[in-house]
Nanobody
């Protein structure tokens, strides 16, 4: 089992920045992929960014150039630096990690609200 604890969400004005963190604990040695997803009200959860153990990164097109994902393998922690935030970035952001015996795990989610 893997436990994921997210932090760093909050309320920010358009154009502002936030940094999300997600710390993994438990059976972390086999985690290959860590990432962030988000779910806005009335919409499906979709991918924001992922990063592999080796540092290969994938971003959702709409966040390229504004968001930066990074990972500290020694701390089993993944970060999401979000700059130039827009109201359409408002969502609950979820951390995801795996696979551990083919299973992926989710954090509890952290709310990000971009509003003036």
């Amino acid at each position: 089992q893997v436990q994921l604890v997210e932090s760093g969400g909050g309320l920010v004005q358009p154009g502002g920045s936030l940094r999300l963190s997600c710390a993994a604990s438990g059976s972390t040695s086999s985690i290959y992929l860590m990432g962030w997803y988000r779910q806005a009200p009335g919409k499906e959860r979709d991918l924001v960014a992922t990063i592999t153990t080796g540092g290969r990164i994938n971003y959702k097109d709409s966040v390229k150039g504004r968001f930066t994902i990074s990972r500290d393998n020694a701390k089993n922690t993944v970060y999401l630096q979000m700059n130039s935030l827009k109201p359409e970035d408002t969502a609950v952001y979820y951390c995801n990690a795996g696979p551990v015996f083919t299973k992926y795990f989710w954090g509890q989610g952290t709310q990000v609200t971009v509003s003036s």
